[in-house]
């Protein structure tokens, strides 16, 4: 199992970059390097508890999908999804908000298995915990940078933050 880590300061409410974490809008914004689009499961919008999305996304050169649920879910505060189906022998994401002050800790935990046994390993070892933790840390910019600007607006419903 291979853990990443990745802590993200943003100078935004917690709701909002919460629920920018859950808009698979934003999503397919951050993930447009791979390629990624959504081809099952929730469309666009924010995901809610039990949701599950289904992406395709190019990595590595290859295509691969990937199905992700909602798992767990305490609003404004944490979220876990956890692969229903993919390339991974198993894999989930913790993603965790904490107000400090003006700014808010954004705090990603991957944790994955490759399938291949030993050989599954060393390709973590070597490239992919490198390859993932770059794609964690370059999501979080997005939702940083969205947080942070008036361009949550495009991709968040008027009313969510206003409850």
Request: charged residues 20%.
């Amino acid at each position: 199992m291979t853990t990443i880590e990745v802590l993200t300061r943003i100078k935004a409410p917690q709701a909002r970059c919460f629920y920018l974490a859950l808009s698979v809008d934003l999503h397919a914004v951050s993930a447009r390097q791979t390629k990624e689009e959504i081809i099952a499961g929730v469309r666009s919008g924010v995901l809610q508890l039990n949701d599950s999305v289904t992406f395709r996304a190019r990595h590595f050169g290859i295509w691969q999908t990937l199905t992700s649920k909602i798992t767990e879910f305490q609003a404004t505060c944490y979220f876990r999804d956890e692969m229903q189906q993919g390339a991974f022998k198993s894999m989930w994401h913790g993603h965790y908000f904490e107000q400090e002050g003006p700014t808010v800790l954004m705090r990603d935990v991957f944790v994955f298995t490759s399938p291949l046994g030993w050989l599954g390993r060393l390709v973590d070892a070597l490239v992919l915990k490198r390859y993932m933790r770059q794609f964690l840390v370059q999501r979080g910019l997005v939702v940083k940078q969205y947080a942070e600007s008036d361009d949550w607006q495009s991709v968040l419903p008027a009313n969510l933050l206003s409850n």
